[in-house]
């Protein structure tokens, strides 16, 4: 029961990140100008480009394997981990900062550090926890949210490249998102709702639409 929870939790994280942080990367640009009327430099446009892969990775990757070692009282590897990840990304901050490189450096350190802490660390004490199947967990969170990214980002790619130049980057952004959205979520129903789980929505649909035509 652990195992399944543990799973399904991160499949939901999963599946928000897709479904927020996906056409956020792609519409930054409207968005930013949309929300503070300036130009985008290509140094916002990169630091926003990371900035977003950093807030991908903690939520997808390492809120739930963090939860998870404190709930089974695994707090002293929980804190030496996040001691070294906090060392390691200050002390490659100063020394590349001190040699010229810029801040979207230090971006990149921090994103990768979670990400080898996730691989060497967190999710193998995890699955030891919970025990659980590797290959087939990493399969059944990543993949099928990923996959139901696709068709909906082509969409959205799509409808930006119509519509770019002929509305203000506010609608565009609205429009594009919902497209997005919209596509995104008939496509996860197939991607990541079982069988039964479908039965299940579709008869308690049903028994609301017979309620409210009585």
Known sequence: MMQTFIVKSMQWNMFMCCLIIIPAIFLRDEAIFALFKKEVTPLIHTLSLVSLLGAFSWLSITQIP??????????????????????????????????????ICIEIISLSASIVLFAAVRFPVMQKLIRGNPLRDLWNIYVPSLLAAVPA????????????????????CAVCGSVYAVIYVLTAWQFLIGQTKKDLWKRRVMIRVRKYLK
């Open 153 to 172: 980002s082509l969409a959205l790619l799509l409808c930006k490249k119509v519509l770019l130049g002929h509305i203000n980057d506010f609608l565009l």
């Open 66 to 103: 963090s939860s998870v070692l404190l709930m089974c009282e695994k707090h002293h590897l929980h804190a030496w981990t996040s001691m070294v990840e906090a060392l390691v990304v200050i002390s490659l901050s100063i020394l590349l900062l001190r040699g010229g490189a810029s801040i």
